[in-house]
């Protein structure tokens, strides 16, 4: 049941992705529509698609957070406690309170990071 419900999971997570990357690419062949239709100048239309490449771009590049990606909700807690561990340990260890909480204090650094 479990491998099942994984499986289910992956499958709708590439579902999702290849719709919004149809969803790019028919905002993409509808700008170039606009441009050519409208007769826009190849310097302005070339810049516009250069200027809607670079914001694609730009939300591909914004930080992804665990809540945001559905297989890590369907994960095993003591999974998601070693991976919490590993993503906001650095930034923890980094301030020297809490540097020295993780050195003594171990089982109470990890519920910080939970």
Known sequence: ???????????????????????????????????????????????????????????????????DVALLQQMPKSIMEKLRIEVFGPLLKSQPLLRTVSILFTAPYSHICW
């Open 1 to 67: 049941v479990a491998f099942s419900s994984f499986l289910s999971s992956i499958t709708n997570e590439v579902a999702a992705m290849r719709h919004k990357r149809r969803a790019q690419t028919s905002n993409q062949t509808q700008l170039t529509r606009y441009l050519v239709q409208n007769r826009v100048s190849l310097e302005l239309g070339g810049r516009l698609q250069e200027l809607a490449h670079e914001k694609q771009l730009q939300l591909l590049d914004r930080r992804v957070h665990e809540k």
